[in-house]
Every structure is written in C-alpha cells, then in structure tokens.
C-alpha cells in the first residue's frame, strides 16, 4: 500500500508519486578475499530487487565474465524471468584477461596458485546478498565454470539452491555435498575439449596445462545416488537434443546435445579463434532458468 502524505500548505491531501523503479544496469564490484582483489558484474533487470533470486555465471577458462555476459544472452532472460545475474571473474596473471577457476584438477593460473575460489564465491554471495537484498541463490558455468560449479556443489551445498554445468566434467576425488541439490547436466557428443564420454581435452587450451576430465556419466551417476534418484529416467527427444529426468530428492535432468560441440548452446562463439561453435540449440540460458525457477 502507497505511503499518504497530507500536505496541508496546500489545503488538500495527495498521494505522493510512486518511486520511479531503476533501470536495468551492469555495474561492477569489487571485493577483496584472502588478500586478493577480486571483481564481479552484477546485472539487475528493471525495477526493485529485493527478494529476486540471483544467478551466479561462473566463465569458461580463458574468458571473463563481461564476455560471458555478452555471449549467453542471460540478461535478456533475466529481464524475462526477473533475477539478478552475477558474473564474477576467476584469477590470472594478466589482469581480466585468460582467467581461470581452481576447480579440482583443472585449470592453469588459479589451480597452479591454489586459489580459493570457494572462498571467492562464498564471500561473493555475502555481499550480493547484503547488496541487493536477493533471496534463493543458484550456480551456473560453462568449460572450467562448469567444472568449478560442480565444486561448489559439492563445498557449499548450504549456500546454493542448486547447480548447472555446461560442457564441464566434474573432476573431483572427493565431494560431500551436505545436502541434495537440483543438478542440471547439459554437454555436447562431440566435444573435444571436454569429452562427453571422458579422457583427455584437446590442444585448444595449449597454457592451461594437462588433466584428465571424467565423463558426463560419472557425474550423473554420482548426483542421482546422492540425491536418492529413481534408476530409471523419463526420456524426451526434441531433435539432436534428449532429455533425461530422474525423480529424486531433487531433481536431476541430463541434455545430451547430440553432435554439439564446446560451447554455450544458444549462445555465441566465445572466442574468434574457438575450434568449436555453440550448438544452435537448446538456449541454454532459458533452459537453465527455467530449471532453477521450477526447482526454487
């Protein structure tokens, strides 16, 4: 209900206007964790924000998150769908540029330093809780963002109201979520830098050193058991594109891009020198929304 405000120099009494909402804005942050000075981008639709959900969008490695803003198209689904998007950036040693996420075995600068990203990402929904006043937080990301969402699945369970990994393998020899978690899978049959079924990447990342990536299976194997899953899921098929949802706890749903190569489906090239397109379909930024909004 609006605030009345009589205004008796004026003999009569009237409403006074309504505030005018904000606009939709990027604008960056600045945080410092462990020593460190690190930075996201907060993307907020038009309009007041309190009590919004928040989507953090963990890059790719070698990108940043005002790239990542750019090439998904998240914020036109935000403005859809109403949440804050959060677009933090991993650590290099040059500036805002190739940076990575310590996300187990994997990736270059940030494992090689032992950066603390979980730490990061904590602190990171500290402030953006404090910032915005928003409600349920949920992770999403792409390559070594995606490997670095299974991570904070597994480490911040209690934090997170659920997770999304896009072409990223969970490449951990421990996880020990605290709770279940809705678990999103989306990946690509022939990615080569992040195979679907396993093994080594290509030589598209030459700086980011060597591992080994787990399969699509192993992660799926790993949340339906932990999330007390039914053992058999119901299947869709909508072109290349097969759905698999498990009923559980939470939910767990696979998207299997049949011939989908490395990158954010729906979206555009990352990089001009990128091996591999985006598959043109599923949009993966709505499919991901659409699967928090339910799961929330």
Avoid: Q
């Avoid at 919004?52 to 750019?70: A, D, T, Y």
């Avoid at 998007?85 to 994997?106: E, F, I, K, M, Q």
């Avoid at 990203?117 to 070594?144: C, H, K, P, Y």
């Avoid at 480490?155 to 999103?184: F, Y």
């Amino acid at each position: 209900m609006a605030l009345m405000v009589v205004l008796t120099a004026c003999g009569r009494g009237r409403a006074d206007p309504e505030p005018t909402p904000p606009p939709a804005a990027t604008h960056g942050y600045t945080l410092t964790v462990d020593g460190r000075e690190r930075h996201y981008r907060a993307y907020t639709p038009a309009g007041a924000t309190a009590g919004r959900p928040v989507v953090v969008f963990l890059h790719g490695g070698g990108g940043n998150g005002e790239l990542f803003e750019r090439v998904s198209h998240m914020n036109t689904v935000a403005d859809e769908g109403g949440f804050v998007v959060v677009y933090p950036d991993g650590s290099g040693r040059l500036g805002d540029r190739l940076l990575t996420w310590n996300a187990g075995d994997c990736c270059a600068y940030a494992k090689d330093r032992n950066i603390d990203d979980v730490a990061f990402v904590r602190a990171l929904i500290d402030d953006v809780t404090t910032r915005f006043g928003t409600g349920e937080v949920f992770v999403t990301g792409f390559s070594n963002g995606a490997m670095m969402t299974y991570r904070l699945g597994c480490e911040l369970a209690d934090r997170i109201a659920g997770i999304a990994v896009v072409s990223g393998a969970m490449n951990l020899d421990t996880c020990t979520p605290s709770r279940p978690l809705p678990v999103l899978v989306m990946h690509g049959t022939a990615d080569t830098a992040v195979p679907y079924d396993g093994g080594p990447s290509s030589s598209e990342f030459p700086t980011a050193g060597t591992w080994t990536n787990r399969s699509v299976r192993y992660a799926v194997d790993f949340w339906t058991e932990h999330n007390g899953c039914g053992p058999v899921p119901a299947e869709t098929r909508d072109g290349e594109v097969t759905t698999r949802t498990y009923t559980c706890a939470e939910p767990v749903t696979v998207h299997t891009i049949d011939g989908g190569g490395h990158g954010w489906p729906g979206g555009e090239k990352a990089r001009a020198n990128a091996v591999e397109e985006a598959p043109p379909r599923p949009d993966a930024s709505r499919v991901v929304w659409d699967f928090f909004a339910a799961s929330g």
